[in-house]
């Protein structure tokens, strides 16, 4: 990064500060916040640069504003201005004499602004600054010549930033005053051609080219160059130039998500360290090259009309000459790709290769023997490929004393030699994610390392840290098979069935991380596992959670798809004052018991993830748990209800009894009343 001052998430913090603190803000000018020298006048509503900050004044920052013009006198208070920042204002113009004054000025900031509209009076201003090393141009809506015209001359300039603007052809032209230039972003562009760009920029040392559409990169010979980044384009080929006998400075190639089919032809000779090669199409090609069936076809590639600098090239495309210098290698990322195997010899190549990223590929064999992969290999990571063996004799496992990641998840392994882990001195972390790689009884016992078995000891690898065996098909856990390890993440999830409650305790110390989701795991003794921080019990058909959680001190808790109806109020209250996130989506809960909700709502520490979606059944229908306090859900009524129900029989019962009651002590009145009633003389 070159100058914090040109971040926009920089900008955006300062932005943020400046709203987050108004009380600290120098009284005197009410839109500025001002240090020593430095003042941030950040989302002000300014619309032009405030006057009666000090003269001394070194840095100044508008951004957020409302600024369309830079007018010819407005620094002219500010004579020792080093930095002006006027990123996402209006600007369209900086007139032709603003910075007569200010010689001093270094940094210019106009990233996000309508500069294409004023630019060729911009440039005529730009020019008058004899020392302008640092110039964010970025989103202005720049097309090639206004581009170019904005940097005719300025040969002090050593970071420029045209990212997000029109581009989308560079020559020779393009960049010939910048002598100085020592970085260049030109990320997200249109550009589709580079051709003889930074002859004039023999300082440049780091280029970004990403998201743009370039179909291709050849005659590369930029030997200044540290980092070029040329990421998210259309690049089919990359082809160094092959006859220069001066060694690249080249550190980091970044050629991720393009769409090479070969391998890059790198420099002969250089200094790469980081290869990024994830999202291609790459493979090797050597052995369909030996197979008789492509005998007619050509094995050959020409490249015609490359450069003046060089002769038509053909390429056998097996040819592994043509990897070039790898030898400084130490992280290669071919993620994504469609690798089948490695040439004969191609891991000799990197004796520095600490890093080997495979993912998604596909690899069907792996002889660690064969390739001989150096000592320096510190991560390994071979997941979601077709690996259905790993062949390895007892001398190379000890060759890899630094492995310390090994990623094997996602493949078809059914076996897997028996020191494997247990022979490399450092491992830290496995990942057996998804084969069906059992754990040995302990009498299962194999005296060779490198013999095949298809089920595993993991017990007393001293080292190990972190043990992944989703999905391999585990039922039975032996009593032993976890003693001796100090793991601090055992992920066991996807093994429906597994029984491990004994084998478990032996971890109580050191586990932080404990993976049970979809394991049809009942209940769980975690009352000794004083240092567990997260827990997945996910996909349980779990109708309360486990009593021990109380005394855990769980930050992370997945709960989520079990058949909870709800938490009863102390574990809620416990839980609400440890935890920091909590999944529940997935369980249907009772609408009518969600004080739980409420509690984790008070709680500020804690998280619900995907809280909008956890339900809840009422009569019949769903809810969600935010909404169940506006239901109709009282309790209360339904109990009044009932007491009515109850109430009245007896009521009646007992108007009825005193009736009865009253009519036998008293019958003479019921007589008189009749006789009255009915014995009256009825007048004719
Ligand atoms: C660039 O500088 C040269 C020599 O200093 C001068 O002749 C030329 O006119 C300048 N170009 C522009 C566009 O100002
Ligand atoms: C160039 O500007 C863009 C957008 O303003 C920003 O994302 C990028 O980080 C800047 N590049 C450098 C090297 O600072
Ligand atoms: C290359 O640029 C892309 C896009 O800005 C970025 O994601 C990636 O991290 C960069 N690569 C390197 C090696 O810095
Ligand atoms: C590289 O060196 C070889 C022999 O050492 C020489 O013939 C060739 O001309 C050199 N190439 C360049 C570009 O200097
Ligand atoms: C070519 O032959 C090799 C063995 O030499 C074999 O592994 C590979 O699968 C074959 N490739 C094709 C495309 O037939
Ligand atoms: C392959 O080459 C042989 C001669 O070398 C020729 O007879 C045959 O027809 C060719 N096959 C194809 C498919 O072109
Ligand atoms: C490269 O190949 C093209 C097309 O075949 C040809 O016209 C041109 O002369 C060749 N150039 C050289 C330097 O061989
Ligand atoms: C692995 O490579 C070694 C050395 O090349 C070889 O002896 C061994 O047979 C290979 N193993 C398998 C299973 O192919
Ligand atoms: C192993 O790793 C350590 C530290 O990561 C490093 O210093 C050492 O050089 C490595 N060993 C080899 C043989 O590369
Ligand atoms: C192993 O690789 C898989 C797939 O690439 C990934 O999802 C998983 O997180 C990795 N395991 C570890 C422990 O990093
Ligand atoms: C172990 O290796 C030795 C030779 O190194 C071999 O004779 C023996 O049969 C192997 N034992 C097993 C169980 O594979
Ligand atoms: C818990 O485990 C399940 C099943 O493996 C998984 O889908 C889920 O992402 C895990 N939860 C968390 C928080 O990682």
Partial sequence: MPVQGLNPIVLCLLAMWRILTPVLSHPKFNHCHQVHENAVCNNARLSSVPEGLPQTLEELHLNYNQIKTLHDKSLLPYPSLITLTLACNDLEKVQSK???DSKLLENLNFANNNIYIGYEET????????????LDLSENKLNDEMAFTLLHNLSTLEYLNLSGNLLQRLDETSFRDLHNLKELDLQRNIMFEIDSAFGGNPKLQRLNLAFNILPCLTDFHMTQLVVLNASYNYIEWFISRQDLNDTFKLETLDLSNNRLLFFPFLPSRSKLQNLYLSNNLLRFYEHYADNNTLQNSSTSVEFYNLKKHIKNVTVEIWDESLHGD?????????RRNQVEYFPNGFIQKMPLLSRLRMSMNCLETLNLTSEQFFGSLYELDISNNRLNQISVDDESLTTLANLTYFNLSHNDLNELPVGLFSSLPRIHSVDLSYNSIGICQPDERNINASSSSSCLQWSNIDSLRQLYLKGCNLETVPNSAFTGLSLTHLELSDNPGIDVQNSLQCLSRTLQHLGLGNTQIQDIDLSRFQTLKSLNLSKNSLSHLPHSIHDTDLKVLDIRDNRLSTIPSDDAHSLASKLHLIFLTGNTFNCCQTQWFWTFEEARTMNMVGKSDIIC?????????????SLDCSDAEESIVWYILLLVP?????SGISIVVFLTLKPKILQISIKKKYLRPTPY
């Avoid at 440039?123 to 640092?134: E, Q």
């Avoid at 007896?650 to 007992?654: A, G, P, S, T, Y």
């Fill in 98 to 100: 603003v910075f007569e």
């Fill in 326 to 334: 790898i030898s400084s290698l130490d992280t290669l990322d071919l």
């Fill in 123 to 134: 440039s005529v201003a730009l020019r008058k600054l004899p020392g302008l090393r640092f």
């Fill in 650 to 654: 007896i009521c009646l019962f007992l």
């Fill in 617 to 629: 059944e009422h009569q019949s229908m769903l809810h969600r748990v935010q909404d169940s306090h």
